[in-house]
């Protein structure tokens, strides 16, 4: 599993078997036909697209002209080009495995997620701009109540699911969350950890779903420290989940 760097903090993700080669929300199509000359071999068959926006999909014309790969996306929205439209429940079968869709809206309106089990491997879950390592993607098109049923769907995955994020937002992340919740060891460790992968130029990514249950404070919003946190800064008495999880998306986007 390959996450190829594109723009500024975007990966997209490739997987190889063989030598046919799937690719996850391809925003840059030449990267990809780059990554793909190296072997003259490889036959990039397939495409999964989480969402609509144009840092996922601004590739997709190059790529599907240059190799004809079949693209799946969300079935609730437009891509630039023709796609098999997925949503909850649906299957897409690749070399020896099975990516079952989940409906995940909230970040847009239409976002799915792609999860499969590999034999003998830990599974794998690109999320697109729903979940990212120590945060979760902005409400441009859904509510918060929608965004924490996506997020309580994805928490209830194997926690050894390795996740493939669409960005490189880990460390600005873990800063916001360090300041939710100052006391938690776990999230001290990880920040370092990943510290560390990025002086050495290295993703963070894929991250563990267990450790970001342990960490990522909009996994988080009904643990009691979050809960607190969120009530000193806002002041606000009794709020349910969902108001809770608004007013720490709030939060976090006025943070510095
Ligand atoms: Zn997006
Ligand atoms: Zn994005």
Redesign the pocket.
């Known amino acids: 599993m390959t996450p190829l760097p594109a723009f500024t903090d975007n990966y997209i993700w490739l997987l190889q078997h063989q030598q046919q080669v799937l690719a996850v929300d391809p925003g840059d199509g030449q990267a990809v036909l780059q990554w793909l000359a190296r072997d003259p071999g490889l036959q990039l068959d397939t495409i999964l697209v989480t ?1 609509h ?1 144009a ?2 999909t601004g590739g997709l014309q190059a790529l599907v002209q240059a190799t004809g790969a079949r693209v799946f996306g969300p079935a609730l929205e437009k891509l630039p080009v023709a796609h098999s439209p997925v949503a909850d429940g649906s299957t897409v079968p690749w070399g020896p495995l099975c990516w079952q869709v989940l409906d995940v809206p909230g ?2 309106a239409g976002h799915v997620a792609y999860w499969a089990q590999p034999e003998g491997q830990r599974p794998v879950l690109f999320c ?2 729903t979940l990212f390592s120590g945060g979760c ?1 902005r409400l441009f098109e859904g509510t918060a109540a929608q965004m924490l049923q996506s997020l309580d769907r994805l928490s209830q995955l194997p926690a050894d699911t390795r996740v493939c994020c669409a960005h490189e937002y880990t460390l600005s992340n873990l800063r916001f969350a360090r300041a939710v919740e100052p006391e938690n060891a776990a999230l001290a460790a990880y920040e370092q950890a990943c510290r560390a992968l990025r002086e050495q130029g290295l993703p963070t990514l894929p991250a563990r779903l267990g450790t970001e249950l342990e960490i990522n404070p909009f996994l988080r919003s009904r643990v009691p420290a979050v809960r607190a946190a969120v009530a000193h800064v806002t002041a606000t008495t009794a709020p349910t989940n969902a108001q809770v999880f608004a007013q720490l998306r709030e939060w976090k986007n006025g943070f510095q």
């Open positions: 969402h926006h840092d996922h970040h847009t697109g701009d993607g």
